[in-house]
């Protein structure tokens, strides 16, 4: 159980494109979604959480209108990422939890989607 | 947020046990210990959760002592596919680990 999953898991785009990445629970509601970015050898870095119907959160430093969060349902959220430059080029990943669910709460990840942008 | 310390590297080799321990001094009383592995480009996966004493699924053993500042996580006969970077987290067990901090984590070698 507790299955998250990401689409598409590579992109390739060129600068000034959009592109966006979609994150699923398969198995369960997830009340709450996470995104994070992680840059090589480094670890995860949290940019913003989402919740069902609401706005997300972002963190200090993460730029709402170029990150585009928006979580529609119990089972989806998607992250757009808006005029890509070279500097998005990233790993993204998504995690979602069921909080007020179940205690104790978890978040569970999806496999991150590597984007490229030439 | 309670924040967490780990060995930044480790190495072993196959058959052997691996015990790798986080310290968190700082660990609140609602507060989950979570560990996640992490292979290079996938998503960190979910290992082992506990609160106190020990816990044991069929990957991994958890060591809480009663203090709960510092926990263990215990890799029974790790293989060359043990290889990876292991991440301690303290959450809130009612929040969904809230904003979860990644620290460095301890990237495990294993070797034939």
């Known amino acids: 159980g507790a299955v998250v999953s990401q689409h598409p898991s590579r992109v390739i785009c060129k600068s000034g494109t959009s592109v966006k990445i979609e994150c699923r629970s398969l198995?369960?509601?997830?009340?709450?979604m996470f995104w994070y970015r992680q840059f090589p050898k480094q670890s995860l870095m949290l940019m913003a959480t989402?919740?069902?119907?609401?706005?997300?959160?972002?963190e200090q430093g993460v730029e709402k209108d170029k990150f585009l969060i928006n979580h529609a349902s119990l089972t989806l959220s998607t992250l757009t990422v808006t005029s890509a430059h070279p500097e998005d080029s990233s790993f993204y990943i998504c995690?979602?939890?069921?909080?007020?669910?179940?205690?104790?709460?978890?978040?569970?990840f999806g496999p991150g989607t590597r984007l490229t942008v030439l | 947020l309670a924040k967490t310390t780990q060995p930044i590297s480790m190495d072993s080799y196959e058959g052997q046990e691996v015990n790798i321990t986080c310290s968190h001094n700082?660990?609140?009383?609602?507060?989950?210990i979570t560990w996640y592995q992490q292979f290079p480009s996938q998503g960190p996966r979910f290992i082992i959760q506990?609160?106190?004493t020990k816990v044991t699924n069929e990957v991994a053993s958890l060591f809480i002592p009663a203090d709960r500042k510092s926990s263990t996580l215990s890799l029974p006969r790790v293989s060359l596919s043990d290889t990876a970077v292991y991440y301690c987290?303290?959450?809130?067990?009612?929040?969904?680990?809230?904003?979860?901090?990644f620290g460095t984590g301890t990237r495990l070698l294993v070797s034939p």
């Open positions: 989402s919740n069902e119907g609401s706005k997300a959160t972002y």
């Open positions: 700082n660990i609140a009383t609602n507060d989950y």
């Open positions: 995690s979602a939890s069921q909080t007020g669910l179940v205690v104790p709460d978890t978040q569970y």
């Open positions: 987290l303290v959450g809130d067990i009612y929040t969904g680990f809230q904003k979860l901090v």
């Open positions: 198995d369960f509601q997830a009340t709450t």
């Open positions: 506990g609160y106190k």
